[in-house]
């Protein structure tokens, strides 16, 4: 996999997590310890994105 696609596939489950997040703080009864672990896991993949950008 060439390092253009690795990016654009990060960049597509890090949008992906976005609307993840933003619907699930739309919801009510939705476990903050889970929307917790969906913000972790997206600052995780802009990390990443951007290392490998640099």
Known sequence: MSLSSH???L???H???SE???AAQ????IDDLHVADL???KLRLKQEIT???S
Do not use: N
């Open 11 to 13: 960049k597509k489950k």
């Open 51 to 53: 290392r490998l950008s």
């Open 7 to 9: 990016l654009e596939q």
């Open 26 to 29: 739309r919801s009510p009864g």
């Open 20 to 22: 993840k997040v933003e």
């Open 39 to 41: 913000k972790k896991e």
């Open 15 to 17: 949008s992906t997590l």
